[in-house]
């Protein structure tokens, strides 16, 4: 299993929601540069990076920031927040970042989506983010009435590879993910499943590993020292 450290950035910033509230903003660090670094010499395979400013706006807002990251690190990066457009896409991949995240989008905009997997296959990923199992968009402000598992099975249709599931009501808590929902999820398709929101525990990282999970995206647990990354790591290899 991938373990994704994460780093949200707003106003160029490395900052942490509760929730998704960003009324509730915790700075981190002021360099998401050196926090990348800080990664990559602990050793992830891949980082995790949102735009929360995209989010909200449907624009790369920090893209000066993210082409740094990108352009330093010698892991892929990864990408999410507003991208909703070929152009936001484009101007991503041509800093260097390896796969990029729809999110809103996916639901919204379909045919989006479709000539960005025509485009660039599987180097485009979908975040499905739900509150009380129903998919949330616009930087989880609005909720609609799309059961996260019906999302889930037509991207899986539309061609999609991977998916981010992330339980709103989990993140930035450190209450544990949402297993129930996780386990639903990955019976129903047959993709990629990265999990995220509410880790705060090796034994959180146990779990999810021994579903045979693709990847977990982890970040407040990380800042708080929960745990290590490197102890992190090694429970996915046992």
């Known amino acids: 299993m991938v373990i994704f450290p994460a780093i949200d950035l707003k106003n160029g910033r490395c900052v942490r929601l509760y929730q998704g ?3 509730q903003e915790t700075v981190v660090n002021e360099n998401p540069l050196e926090q990348a670094v800080v990664f990559e010499k602990l050793g992830a395979k891949a980082l995790h990076l949102v ?8 624009t790369p807002t920090n893209l000066p920031v993210i082409r740094q990251i990108a352009s330093k690190l010698n892991i892929p990066v990864q990408v999410g927040g507003g991208i909703r457009s070929m152009e936001t896409i484009e101007a991503l991949l041509s800093v260097g970042v390896a796969r990029v995240i729809i999110g809103t989008a996916a639901l919204l905009n379909p045919a989006f989506l ?3 997997l025509e ?4 180097r485009i ?7 009380d199992e129903y998919v949330a968009t616009r930087g989880w402000l ?8 019906e999302l889930a099975k037509k991207m899986e249709e539309m061609g999609v590879k991977t998916i981010i599931f992330t339980d709103i009501s989990r993140d930035g808590t450190l209450t544990g993910p949402n297993l129930e929902q996780l386990a639903a999820l990955q019976a129903a398709v047959g993709v990629d499943i990265v999990a995220s929101g509410g880790v ?5 990282i146990s779990k999810l590993n021994d579903m045979n999970l693709y990847g977990v995206i982890t970040g407040k647990a990380l800042y708080e020292g929960k745990f290590a990354l490197e102890e992190a790591l090694q429970v996915t290899v046992c």
């Open 21 to 23: 509230q960003f009324q």
């Open 51 to 58: 735009d929360l400013d995209g989010a909200l706006d449907g």
């Open 114 to 116: 479709q000539e960005a």
């Open 119 to 122: 485009k660039h296959g599987d």
């Open 125 to 131: 990923i979908v975040g499905i983010d739900a509150k």
């Open 142 to 149: 609005d909720v609609s009435d799309v059961h996260y598992i």
């Open 200 to 204: 705060s525990s090796l034994e959180d």
